[in-house]
């Protein structure tokens, strides 16, 4: 391995610690938590270091929201993979959706509420947003009904799907109906 390649690696590594305790951070005491002088003190680098990997924390929650859309993507297509029927795959999705916002609440602000310099429906979309968003589609399109845009119908059911998980996280909606409230967002907006 030669020394370009070393330091390549090294670089690498950092970068991926940075974002990895970022994240780590964030999930255990809010984004309010994260300040470049508390990650470089917890990845044991200076914080030149660290502003040489990224220029503040809006980029590093921008790297996170970008890690992040890639296991949604992943999780929303594992759990439509193992359904039978475009119904199945449909509610599998809204819950594959709904569960990782629960479960990962800072990843899910980086990627939908915080602003972390990406952008969102353009041309320069980056492609792990780009991915997420064809995971919904995927499963989506076929459900669109007639001479509805396929892609849409997929915005207009993430929102949806955006607005249950925010309001749930808020505590705005009770729990216990959270799966009932996803029969009805099938029921009502996927043409089967």
């Given amino acids: 391995m030669s020394v370009q390649e070393r330091k390549q690696r090294?670089?690498?590594e950092r970068e991926r610690l940075i974002v990895t305790t970022a994240r780590e951070l964030a999930e255990q005491q809010g984004?309010?938590?994260v300040t470049t002088r508390?990650?470089?003190e917890r990845i044991e680098y200076s914080q030149p270091v660290l502003y040489s990997h990224f220029r503040g924390k809006r980029e590093i929650i921008g790297a996170v929201a970008l890690e992040g859309a890639t296991e949604m993507a992943a999780a929303v297509r594992a759990a439509t993979a193992a359904a039978d029927g475009p119904r199945a795959r449909v509610t599998a999705l809204a819950r594959a959706y709904l569960d990782f916002?629960?479960?990962?609440p800072a990843v899910y602000d980086a990627l939908f509420e915080l602003d972390?310099?990406?952008a969102f429906a353009h041309e320069d979309t980056p492609q792990p947003l780009r991915d997420a968003f064809a995971a919904l589609l995927?499963?989506?399109?076929?459900?669109?009904?007639d001479g509805v845009h396929p892609g849409m119908f997929t915005e207009v059911f993430w929102a949806a799907l955006h607005g249950l998980a925010t309001?749930?996280?808020?505590?705005?909606?009770?729990?216990?109906?959270?799966?009932r409230r996803v029969e009805l967002l099938v029921d009502r907006l996927a043409v089967i």
Avoid: C, Y
Avoid at 138 to 145: F, I, N, R, T, Y
Avoid at 169 to 179: Q, T
């Fill in 31 to 33: 984004w309010d938590a």
């Fill in 138 to 145: 995927e499963s989506l399109g076929e459900v669109a009904g």
């Fill in 101 to 104: 916002a629960a479960r990962n």
């Fill in 116 to 118: 972390g310099g990406l």
């Fill in 167 to 179: 309001l749930t996280r808020a505590g705005r909606l009770p729990p216990e109906d959270a799966e």
């Fill in 38 to 40: 508390r990650l470089a």
């Fill in 10 to 12: 090294e670089r690498a």
